[in-house]
């Protein structure tokens, strides 16, 4: 390191700064993998990641699996640090302690947080991430910032006034300009739910509530919709099909999207999703209408067990496919954004000055 380099480190009031090659906060982020595939997609573009810290938002219409969704990835954060805790601030009450025992989460290892209004919100996060430091493992939920009002709409309807609130995208904007940075720099994950709405424009398009400021804070928006997965013969509705639209991404190719499937009697296909990238990788061919087969990995020839689409639901089918490195790499080329993407590419002599 130059003496000059050396003499501006020190000379800072900022304990962290260090050089770039070195600086924590790029080289050393956490990574929490679910255990369902197509999810790990959505967050990060392979299958070997997941959650990662930041603000990642969940939006969309009511019962589309956002709350599950969300607490599907405090699951997995819990799952892989022994020690970690959630703070669980909670505004709509839908998520009883027997519902999170239900699925697998330790109620003596979330704080259960209620708020009441934005103000509320803003404050009190703020002042549990300035009690965290970087090696503490904690995960945030927020459920919902989409259902929550502001100070202010709360204190008009108890004066009995119905004006407009401008107030509260401008609170929603400083919450989130406020916990960004504790999140990254202390490498916390915070999941929030929110809710979406139609502009009004000739074509139309769901945006996320609460203005601009969780859009330009966040490190990812998925957007979530549904559709009825019904039995063919009876048309007995059996569950619902999701699919994650990548609204925004640091790391995932935006309007890519990913659907996985859940079941009144099963709950989530933890396969769902992947059978369409396998056929585009080359590791799985559909001989004849309705059908699938899988491709020799050693010898690149067509096997010839058939399998209907149910039947390709199990691990026995996936564990030669997803442990291929070829197929991840085939889905991380395909949606992950390029980490080595040239701006400046222009040769300096090949420039005309004016």
């Not at 259960?112 to 939920?141: A, G, N, T, W, Y």
């Not at 915070?190 to 769901?206: D, F, G, L, R």
């Not at 203005?211 to 928006?221: A, E, I, L, P, Q």
Request: a neutral charge; one cysteine or more; aromatic letters at 10%.
């Amino acid at each position: 390191m130059s003496n000059l380099l050396e003499k501006l480190k020190k000379s800072g009031s900022i304990k962290d700064t260090l050089l770039l090659s070195e600086s924590k906060f790029f080289n050393i982020k956490d990574t929490i993998p679910t255990n369902i595939p197509i999810i790990n997609i959505a967050l990060s573009g392979s299958m070997k990641g997941g959650l990662s810290s930041g603000l990642t938002f969940i939006a969309g219409e009511s019962k589309n699996f956002k709350s599950l969704l969300g607490l599907m990835l405090v699951k997995a954060y819990l799952n892989k640090y022994e020690d970690a805790i959630c703070l669980f601030y909670d505004s709509e009450f839908g998520i009883t302690p027997e519902y999170i025992q239900t699925n697998g989460i330790d109620t003596n290892r979330v704080l259960h947080i209620p708020i009441e209004h934005l103000e509320q919100l803003k404050f009190d996060i703020s002042k549990r991430l300035e009690s965290i430091d970087r090696d503490d493992r904690v995960i945030i939920f927020v459920d919902s910032v989409g259902n929550l009002a502001s100070k202010k709409e709360v204190e008009d309807a108890l004066d009995g006034k119905s004006v407009a609130d401008m107030s509260r995208a401008k609170v929603m904007k400083s919450l989130w300009r406020i916990v960004t940075p504790h999140l990254t720099i202390k490498d916390i994950p915070c999941v929030a739910i929110n809710h979406t709405y139609q502009t009004m424009e000739m074509y139309s398009k769901p945006i996320m509530s609460g203005g601009t400021g969780g859009m330009y804070s966040s490190n990812k928006v998925l957007f979530i919709s549904k559709a009825q997965d019904k039995d063919k013969t009876s048309k007995e509705l059996l569950g619902y099909d999701f699919t994650i639209n990548i609204e925004k991404s640091r790391l995932v190719k935006e309007k890519s999207k990913f659907t996985f499937n859940v079941k009144f009697d099963g709950g989530i296909n933890k396969w769902s999703g992947l059978l369409d990238l396998a056929i585009d990788a080359g590791l799985v061919v559909k001989p004849s209408q309705g059908w699938y087969s899988k491709v020799n990995q050693e010898t690149g020839e067509i096997e010839d067990k058939k399998y209907r689409e149910k039947e390709t639901n199990n691990r026995e089918f996936w564990k030669d496919i997803i442990s291929n490195e070829k197929f991840n790499i085939f889905i991380e080329e395909k949606y992950q954004l390029s980490k080595k993407t040239k701006i400046l590419d222009v040769e300096e002599d090949e420039v005309e000055w004016a």
